[in-house]
């Protein structure tokens, strides 16, 4: 550990410079145009005839590319190894990498016949969601999602399990070896195949024919009740949980977003009152004004400058008549609520003072009870 | 700071709030520093005002006057008021052929006959290619007559488009309607322009120019405000989609690429009778099959197409369908769905707003009747005590009451709070009413319950039960009265003076009171959850009083 330190310690300059490489525009450009090149000669490298006429341009943004990542990669771990895994983004890079060294380890490996040599190939599409993490807006939409993640899964899930007992079911009732339709219901993974082709009822007709022509006597029920329960009511509900969830994250982003503004508003007046009383209070301490001791007094001079036929007209709600209207109503309310509730702690104390009358006869009967056990 | 207020007195949001008012209307800061001379002493209406302009300009020239400008929604203002405002228009011997243009387009009778000839147009056109196939001899005139009003047609509507320009030109082309207008009538007039310079070749190109015609009905949409409205509506959900659906393109891009790669053995193989071979042949098949995969349209029987072939992996090309299915066709069909609805419900509700501000108005209308009306008859009815509602004398109604006063406060707070229209005034406010929000909630609760059992008796705005209905009343219609059109509001300066004097020594003198009461609780509260046999001189004190 202390060698690492002293290691981190001499080359913070460096690890500083570094980092500032990383942040810098000219960086993102690179990989955005790195990143986005790539993705349009994937594309162009499935067709044969292309690939052949434009080989050597093709194998060379490969290589670019592929040296941009690892150089990348190297260079963020240099300068946090330790936080770089925090980020999910980050870790979509490692694994970006690691899929695009795929081909590469198997030809050298497991030589140019391997099977799924060509799944390799194919995943190199995954590369263009690097460019996800350079777009703000994509990038809230990600976190949006995510967040309706759990409930998707769950879904997901109940339908798994629905079609398990349904599957079963079908298995055991349709998909015996002879007489039975064995294609469609012969083992758990054909039926469940079956069993989603039903539940988004893609050519359900045809699998209901194939049964029908086996003249099964339940058939038509469990494809019936499988689609309703399935299709029209599982497949919905996904649309019904994602309505509720986009609801509440646009009410929960508006509800941050003004109090926010709430806030920055308030502390702006809090700053302007507080001004405002320090340049008061600094006028009463005056030389001048050094004998007013209080506000009223201050102003005394300046109120005998008013004169009553010099009219002030004023656009506030606060000096209008209708809000003195209501503010006296609420007054009286008040007046009157707080008379109820001084009548009401008389009542009570009232009461308690006839309780406390009522005591002391009490207390020598229970002291006498006492005393004869 | 210590000498700001009177001494010994707590600081008061309230009172500070209305002494920083009284500051700023009569400037006093400014005046106490000797600088009368810079002290507005007249409002921007008494200058308006021509009887009192006069005297002012004849008092002193270098008068200032404050300048409190509420802005007015005076509705449109159409580019032609605009014009006609300008100098170079005024000045101008001849009015100039914009002002005419704009005039002969806002001329409701053009409007409707251009919306006449689209019609037109359309009934023209649908006739004419029922007719075109027929050889019938005698039909020959109606045809001719037919081709006549297509072109009169569309010369009218290049004259429209000319008279908008000559009305304003650079406008033009800021509206997006107008633009969409413009490409439509150009679209219709390239084939008759192109058949006119003689050109002769590959006709199935021109026929389909020829039936851009009927794109003129489209411009129908740019008349009528509903369809407006409902494409608007369109624009902003679709806009707010961006980038759902460029993370769909992406997706669609993955998963088409992948596919090229993955099911190149099904592409290569020497297999007969395999339906689907050419799906995955080509980037570009690739692309419209990921399409008909996401529109779920016989995957399963692609599939099992596939697993004919025995040298493509049936586990890879299974997972590769399922995932896509899920992926795409469930769950980000079902996201646009889910973003569809909810934009359409926030756009409905901005146009409910509208209305419900109209609302607001006409009830706080009312409202204002019914305060002066209850002014009328207050007073004696207002002491009178209702014993007999408030029975359950327990902690219950205490609480009930001490709440109700406590959130009769902070409604007075708030009705002052909103009543600030400068920045200065309200700042410290905000903090009273959120501690006193929750209990206010709670009351509110309370208060609704407690005034469904009690509004048996009254159902009219009365005073002994009203006090409940009073808040929820005052806070609905607080907001309406506040936007109204008031009239002037003119105050003698001294009593203005006082008034604001007179405020912040109420809220000081309330402060006091609720002290008091808080601290005569205080002292029952502990006796009535002790036991009965501790007995303190205290409550005997209150008897007597």
Request: charged share 20%.
């Given at each position: 550990?202390?060698?690492?330190?002293?290691?981190?310690?001499?080359?913070?300059?460096?690890?500083?410079?570094?980092?500032?490489?990383i942040?810098?525009?000219?960086?993102?450009?690179?990989?955005?145009?790195?990143?986005?090149?790539?993705?349009?000669?994937?594309?162009?490298?499935?067709?044969?005839?292309?690939?052949?006429?434009?080989?050597r341009?093709?194998?060379?943004?490969?290589?670019?590319?592929?040296?941009?990542?690892?150089?990348?990669?190297?260079?963020?771990?240099?300068?946090?190894?330790?936080?770089?895994?925090?980020?999910?983004?980050?870790?979509?890079?490692?694994?970006?990498?690691?899929?695009?060294?795929?081909?590469?380890a198997?030809?050298?490996?497991?030589?140019?016949q391997?099977?799924?040599?060509?799944?390799?190939?194919?995943?190199?599409?995954?590369?263009?969601?690097?460019?996800?993490?350079?777009?703000?807006?994509?990038?809230?939409?990600?976190?949006?999602?995510?967040?309706?993640?759990?409930?998707?899964?769950?879904?997901?899930?109940?339908?798994?399990?629905?079609?398990?007992?349904?599957?079963?079911?079908?298995?055991?009732?349709?998909?015996?070896?002879?007489?039975?339709?064995?294609?469609?219901?012969?083992?758990?993974?054909?039926?469940?195949?079956?069993?989603?082709?039903?539940?988004?009822?893609?050519?359900?007709t045809?699998?209901?024919?194939?049964?029908?022509?086996?003249?099964?006597?339940?058939?038509?029920?469990?494809?019936?009740?499988?689609?309703?329960?399935?299709?029209?009511?599982?497949l919905?509900?996904?649309?019904?949980?994602?309505?509720?969830?986009?609801?509440?994250?646009?009410?929960?982003?508006?509800?941050?977003?003004?109090?926010?503004?709430?806030?920055?508003?308030?502390?702006?007046?809090?700053?302007?009152?507080?001004?405002?009383?320090?340049?008061?209070?600094?006028?009463?301490?005056?030389?001048?004004?050094?004998?007013?001791?209080s506000?009223?007094?201050l102003?005394?001079?300046?109120?005998k400058?008013?004169?009553?036929?010099?009219?002030?007209?004023?656009?506030?709600?606060?000096?209008?008549?209708p809000?003195?209207?209501?503010?006296?109503?609420?007054?009286?309310?008040?007046?009157?609520?707080?008379?109820?509730?001084?009548?009401?702690?008389?009542?009570?104390?009232?009461?308690?003072?006839?309780?406390?009358?009522?005591l002391?006869?009490?207390?020598p009967?229970?002291?006498?009870?006492?005393?004869?056990? | 700071?210590?000498?700001?207020?009177?001494?010994?007195?707590?600081?008061?949001?309230?009172?500070?709030?209305?002494?920083?008012?009284?500051?700023?209307?009569?400037?006093?800061?400014?005046?106490?520093?000797g600088?009368?001379?810079a002290?507005?002493?007249?409002?921007?209406?008494?200058?308006?005002d021509?009887?009192?302009?006069?005297?002012?300009?004849?008092?002193?020239?270098?008068?200032l006057?404050?300048?409190?400008?509420?802005p007015?929604?005076?509705?449109?203002?159409?580019?032609?008021?605009?014009?006609?405002?300008?100098?170079?228009?005024?000045?101008?011997?001849?009015?100039?052929?914009?002002?005419?243009?704009?005039?002969?387009?806002?001329?409701?009778?053009?409007?409707?006959?251009?919306?006449?000839?689209?019609?037109?147009?359309?009934?023209?056109?649908m006739?004419?290619?029922?007719?075109?196939?027929?050889?019938n001899?005698k039909?020959?005139?109606?045809?001719?007559?037919?081709?006549?009003?297509?072109?009169?047609?569309?010369?009218?509507?290049?004259?429209?488009?000319i008279?908008?320009?000559?009305?304003?030109?650079?406008?033009?082309?800021?509206?997006?309607?107008?633009?969409?207008?413009?490409?439509?009538?150009?679209?219709?007039?390239?084939?008759?322009?192109?058949?006119?310079a003689?050109?002769?070749?590959?006709?199935?190109?021109?026929?389909?120019?020829?039936?851009?015609?009927?794109?003129?009905?489209?411009?129908?949409?740019?008349?009528?405000?509903?369809?407006?409205?409902?494409?608007?509506?369109?624009?902003?959900?679709?806009?707010?989609?961006?980038?759902?659906?460029?993370?769909?393109?992406?997706?669609?891009?993955?998963?088409?690429?992948?596919?090229?790669?993955?099911?190149?053995?099904?592409?290569?193989?020497?297999?007969?009778?395999?339906?689907?071979?050419?799906?995955?042949?080509d980037?570009?098949?690739?692309?419209?099959?990921?399409?008909?995969?996401?529109?779920?349209?016989?995957?399963?029987a692609?599939?099992?197409?596939?697993?004919?072939?025995?040298?493509?992996?049936?586990?890879?090309?299974?997972?590769?369908?399922?995932?896509?299915?899920?992926?795409?066709?469930?769950?980000f069909?079902?996201?646009?769905?889910a973003?569809?609805?909810?934009?359409?419900?926030?756009?409905?509700?901005?146009?409910?707003?509208?209305?419900?501000?109209?609302?607001?108005?006409?009830?706080?209308?009312?409202?204002?009747?019914?305060?002066?009306?209850?002014?009328?008859?207050?007073?004696?009815?207002?002491?009178?005590?209702?014993?007999?509602?408030?029975?359950?004398?327990?902690?219950?109604?205490?609480?009930?009451?001490?709440?109700?006063?406590?959130?009769?406060?902070?409604?007075?707070?708030?009705?002052?709070?909103?009543?600030?229209?400068?920045?200065?005034?309200?700042?410290?406010?905000?903090?009273?009413?959120?501690?006193?929000?929750?209990?206010?909630?709670?009351?509110?609760?309370?208060?609704?319950?407690?005034?469904?059992?009690?509004?048996?008796s009254?159902?009219?705005?009365?005073?002994?039960?009203?006090?409940?209905?009073?808040?929820?009343?005052?806070?609905?219609?607080?907001?309406?009265?506040?936007?109204?059109?008031?009239?002037?509001?003119?105050?003698?300066?001294?009593?203005?003076?006082?008034?604001?004097?007179?405020?912040?020594?109420?809220?000081?003198?309330?402060?006091e009171?609720?002290?008091?009461?808080?601290?005569?609780?205080?002292?029952?509260?502990?006796q009535?959850?002790?036991?009965?046999?501790?007995?303190?001189?205290?409550?005997?004190?209150?008897?007597?009083?």
């Amino acid at each position: 550990m202390d060698v690492k330190r002293s290691i981190r310690r001499k080359d913070d300059e460096f690890r500083a410079f570094v980092k500032r490489v990383i942040m810098s525009c000219f960086f993102k450009i690179i990989m955005i145009s790195a990143v986005g090149s790539n993705a349009f000669f994937t594309a162009l490298w499935t067709s044969y005839d292309i690939r052949y006429r434009l080989f050597r341009l093709l194998e060379f943004s490969e290589i670019f590319f592929v040296s941009i990542c690892t150089s990348e990669l190297a260079l963020k771990i240099y300068v946090d190894p330790t936080d770089y895994w925090k980020d999910g983004y980050n870790m979509l890079d490692v694994v970006i990498i690691i899929i695009t060294f795929l081909p590469y380890a198997f030809r050298r490996f497991l030589g140019k016949q391997f099977t799924y040599l060509h799944v390799a190939d194919g995943m190199q599409s995954l590369r263009i969601l690097k460019l996800i993490r350079y777009s703000q807006g994509m990038r809230m939409m990600i976190t949006a999602m995510r967040q309706t993640v759990y409930t998707v899964a769950s879904v997901l899930l109940l339908l798994f399990l629905l079609m398990y007992i349904f599957g079963i079911l079908g298995f055991c009732l349709f998909g015996s070896q002879d007489g039975g339709d064995y294609d469609n219901w012969g083992n758990l993974a054909v039926a469940f195949f079956t069993l989603f082709s039903l539940a988004t009822v893609d050519g359900w007709t045809d699998l209901q024919k194939q049964l029908d022509n086996r003249d099964f006597a339940l058939s038509r029920a469990f494809t019936i009740i499988f689609i309703l329960l399935a299709s029209f009511i599982f497949l919905n509900m996904f649309v019904g949980v994602m309505i509720r969830h986009t609801e509440d994250s646009i009410k929960k982003f508006e509800r941050e977003l003004m109090l926010e503004r709430k806030m920055t508003l308030m502390e702006e007046k809090q700053v302007i009152l507080q001004r405002e009383q320090e340049e008061v209070s600094r006028l009463m301490h005056m030389q001048k004004n050094a004998d007013c001791k209080s506000f009223s007094e201050l102003v005394e001079n300046f109120k005998k400058t008013l004169r009553h036929t010099d009219p002030m007209v004023l656009d506030d709600f606060g000096t209008s008549l209708p809000f003195i209207d209501i503010y006296f109503s609420t007054l009286d309310y008040q007046d009157m609520t707080i008379h109820k509730l001084q009548e009401l702690y008389y009542e009570i104390v009232h009461v308690l003072g006839l309780m406390l009358e009522d005591l002391p006869q009490k207390k020598p009967q229970s002291l006498e009870k006492v005393d004869e056990k | 700071m210590a000498t700001y207020h009177q001494e010994g007195q707590t600081q008061l949001p309230r009172a500070d709030a209305v002494r920083s008012r009284l500051i700023d209307t009569f400037s006093l800061i400014e005046h106490l520093q000797g600088l009368s001379q810079a002290v507005p002493r007249h409002t921007i209406r008494e200058l308006l005002d021509p009887s009192r302009q006069k005297k002012l300009m004849w008092e002193d020239q270098q008068q200032l006057v404050r300048f409190s400008i509420k802005p007015q929604h005076t509705g449109q203002i159409s580019q032609a008021q605009r014009l006609l405002s300008k100098l170079h228009v005024r000045c101008s011997q001849r009015p100039p052929l914009s002002l005419w243009a704009r005039w002969v387009l806002e001329c409701p009778l053009f409007t409707n006959f251009i919306i006449f000839l689209i019609f037109l147009n359309t009934i023209v056109l649908m006739v004419e290619i029922e007719l075109l196939e027929s050889t019938n001899t005698k039909l020959w005139p109606l045809k001719l007559t037919l081709e006549v009003a297509a072109w009169f047609i569309l010369f009218i509507f290049i004259l429209e488009i000319i008279l908008m320009w000559l009305s304003s030109f650079s406008l033009f082309w800021k509206s997006a309607w107008n633009v969409f207008d413009f490409v439509v009538t150009m679209l219709s007039l390239l084939p008759e322009v192109v058949l006119l310079a003689g050109v002769t070749g590959q006709p199935v190109w021109l026929q389909f120019l020829r039936i851009c015609r009927v794109l003129r009905s489209l411009k129908l949409f740019a008349r009528f405000r509903q369809i407006r409205v409902i494409i608007l509506a369109l624009v902003r959900a679709l806009k707010s989609m961006t980038f759902l659906l460029m993370l769909l393109l992406i997706f669609f891009y993955i998963f088409a690429v992948a596919g090229v790669y993955f099911f190149a053995e099904y592409t290569r193989s020497p297999h007969q009778d395999l339906e689907y071979h050419m799906f995955f042949s080509d980037l570009l098949n690739s692309l419209v099959t990921v399409f008909i995969l996401f529109t779920l349209d016989h995957w399963y029987a692609l599939l099992q197409d596939i697993w004919k072939v025995p040298e493509a992996s049936r586990i890879f090309s299974s997972i590769y369908v399922i995932l896509w299915l899920l992926l795409g066709s469930i769950i980000f069909r079902n996201i646009i769905v889910a973003m569809m609805v909810t934009n359409f419900q926030n756009i409905r509700k901005e146009l409910n707003e509208e209305m419900a501000h109209r609302e607001v108005q006409v009830k706080a209308d009312m409202f204002k009747r019914q305060i002066i009306q209850r002014r009328k008859n207050v007073s004696p009815e207002t002491l009178r005590s209702t014993h007999g509602k408030t029975d359950d004398s327990s902690r219950g109604a205490i609480q009930q009451k001490e709440n109700l006063d406590l959130s009769e406060v902070s409604k007075v707070e708030s009705i002052y709070e909103a009543t600030e229209e400068d920045i200065i005034t309200s700042a410290s406010k905000p903090e009273m009413t959120l501690s006193k929000k929750k209990e206010y909630q709670s009351s509110s609760s309370v208060s609704s319950t407690s005034s469904s059992d009690a509004s048996s008796s009254e159902s009219r705005f009365s005073e002994s039960v009203g006090h409940l209905d009073w808040e929820t009343l005052v806070h609905e219609n607080l907001l309406g009265l506040m936007e109204m059109d008031q009239d002037d509001r003119v105050w003698p300066r001294d009593s203005l003076l006082r008034y604001f004097e007179l405020l912040e020594k109420l809220q000081y003198n309330l402060e006091e009171r609720k002290k008091l009461q808080e601290f005569a609780e205080c002292q029952i509260t502990p006796q009535v959850s002790s036991s009965p046999s501790s007995c303190l001189p205290i409550p005997f004190c209150i008897t007597g009083s």
